[in-house]
């Protein structure tokens, strides 16, 4: 997920497979960002806060994770993170990301292959390839 988004480059044979930095943060959209425990003590302790504070604020319950990120508003996906700012398009908690985000996407970002797919179609290289996340 949305490695700082600031440096997340895959190299393949010297091809970048994606770059978060030309993208507006599509994976910080998805519906249900889940957590575990030490996400959650990470949260809290960058943020100051109780366990139980921090789960109180920045969690919720869904769709049976314990944990899932709470979400917010956005006007490009329609729903997005709680941590992101939707202006700069990236992620305000870099250094206390849950592990979720520190792993994705792994090799490939297939929004990425989509979002390069278009810029070259469309033949802008502003553009930006949405789907709905509310
Ligand atoms: S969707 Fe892919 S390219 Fe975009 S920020 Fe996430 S990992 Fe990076
Ligand atoms: S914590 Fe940061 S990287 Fe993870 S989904 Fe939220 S904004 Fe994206």
Redesign the pocket.
Known sequence: ???E?VS?FVWTLGSAM???KK?P???CSYPLIALNKRDVERLAKHFRLTFRQAKAKFTVERWGAKYSMRRKKDHIFGGVCRFFDTEKRCCTVYEARPSLCRS??GGR?G??DFLAFERRAQEDPEFIATTNNK
């Open positions: 997920m949305l490695t988004r997340t994606y770059n978060c993208c943060g599509y994976c994705f996407p970002c929004y990425y």
